[in-house]
C-alpha cells in the first residue's frame, strides 16, 4: 500500500517530534484513520521529503516523529508556467489539477475578452486559497517535492507588459507549428497561454504576436480549454522536460 503523503509547510529535522497541523491531521487520522505506528512522508515545499511515523493519537489531535530524510527530486528540468485564461470553477479546478501533475511550476490566472468567469477584486483572495488547495492536493498525489505557484488574476494586456525571459507560446487554432517541431534549443523558461472556453478573439491572438508571444497549434482539432493546457503541458514536457 502507498504511504500517504502530506504537505506541511515548516522546517523539518530527522528526530524531531512534533504535533501534526489540524488539516493534516484530519486527513491523516480522521479520513484515512492513520493510527500510532503507522507511517507518512511529509514534505514541506522545499526539496525531498521525510518519512515519520506517528507517534500519538488522541480525539483531537495527534505527533509524528520524524525518521529520516530522503532528497528525492522529482521537479522536471524545465520551468513552465500555464497562463490559464479563467474558466468554469470545475474546470479550472481541472486545469490547475493537471497542470501541477504534469509538472508547471507556476500558474498564472489571465482575465480575456470572451472569459465567463469574471472574478471581482473582494473575491481574489478565497479564489486564491482555493486553488492553492488544489495546488497542494495535486502535489501529494502526484509526489512533487516543491510547490508551484498560483499568481493573483491579471488582465492579458497587464501580463503581455510583464517582463519575461524565455519564451512565451500562445495555442491558437490555425497553421502553426506544432509543438513536437518546436527548436530543441527554443529559450526557457516556457509560458504557455491558453485561452477561455471560446477561445481567443483575433485580435487577442494578433496583439499576443505583436508582443513577441510565438502562436502553436495541436492539430485540427478543438479541444476543450482544461483539455488543451493538458495536452499541450504533456508535449512540452515530452519536447524539452522529463516525460
Known amino acids: 500500500m502507498r504511504i500517504p503523503r502530506f504537505y506541511v509547510p515548516q522546517p523539518f529535522a530527522v528526530g524531531q517530534e512534533f504535533t501534526l497541523p489540524d488539516t493534516t491531521f484530519r486527513h491523516a487520522v480522521q479520513v484515512l484513520r492513520l493510527s500510532v505506528g503507522e507511517s507518512l512522508i511529509l514534505f514541506n515545499g522545499e526539496g525531498g ?4 511515523q506517528i507517534s500519538n493519537v488522541s480525539k483531537r489531535s495527534a505527533s509524528v516523529l520524524i525518521d529520516s530524510f530522503s532528497p528525492i527530486d522529482t521537479e522536471s528540468p524545465i520551468h513552465l508556467t500555464l497562463v490559464q ?11 490547475l489539477q493537471k497542470a501541477v501533475e504534469l509538472g508547471a511550476n507556476t500558474v498564472q ?21 482555493h486553488w492553492e488547495g488544489i495546488v497542494v492536493a495535486a502535489c501529494e498525489q502526484s509526489g512533487r517535492t516543491r510547490m508551484p ?5 491579471l488582465t492579458l494586456e497587464r501580463w503581455l507588459e510583464t517582463p519575461f525571459v524565455g519564451t512565451r507560446l500562445i495555442l491558437a487554432p490555425g497553421d502553426f507549428p506544432r509543438i513536437n517541431a518546436l527548436p530543441a534549443d527554443l529559450p526557457t523558461p516556457i509560458a504557455l497561454l491558453i485561452g477561455p472556453e ?9 496583439t499576443c504576436v505583436q508582443a513577441g508571444v510565438m502562436p502553436v497549434s495541436l492539430g485540427p482539432r478543438i479541444l476543450r480549454a ?14 524539452f522536460g522529463d516525460l
Open 49 to 52: 521529503e521525510y518519512l515519520a
Open 85 to 95: 485564461a479563467v474558466i468554469k470553477p470545475d474546470k479550472m479546478d481541472f486545469a
Open 109 to 129: 490566472p489571465l482575465i480575456t475578452q470572451r472569459s465567463v468567469v469574471r472574478i471581482g477584486k473582494e473575491q481574489v483572495d478565497k479564489k486564491l486559497q
Open 149 to 153: 505557484t498560483v499568481q493573483a488574476p
Open 198 to 206: 471560446g477561445g481567443f478573439t483575433d485580435v487577442e491572438v494578433e
Open 226 to 239: 482544461e483539455t488543451a493546457s493538458s495536452a499541450a503541458l504533456a508535449l512540452l514536457q515530452h519536447r
